[in-house]
């Protein structure tokens, strides 16, 4: 007749792991309803990400003289967008440069500033440039310029944003702009529409 194995008491589990368990069923119940809290608010709200554009632009005076030396004036639209139903958004630390051939002209600054939910915001600088000495290959590509009645011009810079999410907190975003214009001599109006990425 064969003896029944004898078995030993059984092992309880720690208390304390047991304790770490429920913890982390909590947090795990508590990143679930975060989660699903963050996203009914992002549906009813729908955040969309603020644009800083080149609206227009005109090239208003050229001065070319003997001494290869340049001086030009400007006048450039920024216009700042949001289209966020319902939240107001903050631009700060905007700064655009403004090149020709890879010499800077000028820098263009704007203090921090808000636009009102689906609203905008238009900026206007007139730029008028110190006179610039240009090298033999800029001297070439002016000359060009000049006979074709069309100066090309980019301006480079970013701008911080920051708008609120109702009750879920703040979002910032860095937008950078890389405009390429080229602008007649006979002072037209062009509209670029150079838009800004974002990240």
Same mark, same amino acid.
């Given at each position: 007749? !064969?003896?029944?194995?004898? *078995?030993?008491?059984?092992?309880?589990?720690?208390?304390?792991?047991?304790?770490?368990?429920?913890?982390?069923?909590?947090?795990?119940?508590?990143?679930?309803?975060?989660?699903?809290?963050?996203?009914?608010?992002? *549906?009813?709200?729908?955040?969309?990400?603020?644009?800083?554009?080149?609206?227009?632009?005109?090239?208003?005076?050229?001065?070319?003289?003997?001494?290869?030396?340049?001086?030009?004036?400007? $006048?450039?639209?920024?216009?700042?967008?949001?289209?966020?139903?319902?939240?107001?958004?903050?631009?700060?630390?905007?700064?655009?440069?403004?090149?020709?051939?890879?010499?800077?002209?000028?820098?263009?600054?704007?203090?921090?500033?808000?636009?009102?939910?689906? $609203?905008?915001?238009?900026?206007?600088?007139?730029?008028?440039?110190?006179?610039?000495?240009?090298?033999?290959?800029?001297?070439?590509?002016?000359?060009?310029?000049?006979?074709?009645?069309?100066?090309?011009?980019?301006?480079?810079?970013?701008?911080?944003?920051?708008?609120?999410?109702?009750?879920?907190?703040?979002?910032?975003?860095?937008? !950078?702009?890389?405009?390429?214009?080229?602008?007649?001599?006979?002072? @037209?109006?062009?509209?670029?529409?150079? @838009?800004?990425?974002? !990240?």
């Amino acid at each position: 007749m !064969h003896k029944l194995p004898v *078995l030993g008491r059984k092992r309880r589990t720690n208390l304390l792991v047991w304790c770490f368990a429920f913890i982390c069923a909590i947090l795990a119940v508590i990143v679930i309803i975060a989660g699903i809290i963050v996203f009914i608010g992002y *549906l009813a709200i729908r955040p969309k990400v603020p644009l800083l554009y080149v609206n227009a632009a005109r090239l208003d005076d050229v001065i070319y003289n003997q001494a290869s030396v340049l001086a030009v004036r400007l $006048t450039v639209d920024i216009k700042a967008e949001n289209h966020n139903q319902k939240a107001h958004v903050s631009f700060y630390n905007t700064r655009l440069t403004l090149q020709y051939h890879g010499l800077s002209i000028a820098l263009l600054v704007a203090d921090p500033f808000e636009v009102k939910k689906n $609203t905008s915001e238009e900026f206007y600088y007139v730029v008028e440039s110190s006179p610039i000495p240009l090298g033999k290959q800029e001297q070439l590509l002016t000359q060009q310029a000049l006979q074709k009645g069309l100066f090309p011009f980019f301006l480079k810079g970013n701008s911080r944003t920051r708008w609120r999410i109702g009750s879920l907190g703040s979002v910032k975003f860095w937008l !950078h702009i890389n405009c390429h214009m080229w602008l007649p001599t006979n002072s @037209s109006v062009v509209f670029p529409h150079c @838009s800004t990425s974002s !990240h």
